[in-house]
């Protein structure tokens, strides 16, 4: 079964930075095709922006584009999400995940406000 510890969140002023982490046990994390997605509070869950196993391909949701980043350390078994300019709209609790998967991690809060 393939688990998730998400990291690296906080409290941020608009404008500003935070660099999230995300751990992987119990796959094969190179061959895991992997995802970001956020909670705001009271809507559903979004997709944020995924990579694929060699990171020659990454996409982003509109609302990120240009600003957030996402990246892969293979022998870390970890994905890590840039993030900068934010937003109070960035505001959420942000989970990793893999396609296979069934469990969800516990996430880790962002806060953007001043």
């Known amino acids: 079964q393939v688990r998730f510890v998400e990291s690296g969140g906080g409290l941020v002023q608009p404008g500003g930075s935070l660099r999230l982490s995300c751990t992987v046990s119990?796959?094969?994390?190179?061959?895991?095709?992997m995802l970001w997605y956020r909670q705001a509070p009271g809507q559903e869950r979004e997709w944020v922006a995924n990579i694929n196993q060699d990171s020659t391909v990454r996409r982003y949701s509109d609302f990120v584009k240009d600003r957030f980043t996402i990246s892969r350390d293979n022998t870390k078994n970890t994905i890590y999400l840039q993030m900068n300019s934010l937003k109070p709209e960035d505001t959420g609790v942000y989970y990793c995940q893999t396609p296979t998967a069934t469990d969800w991690g516990q996430g880790t809060q962002v806060t953007v406000s001043s």
């Open positions: 119990g796959g094969v994390f190179s061959e895991l095709f």
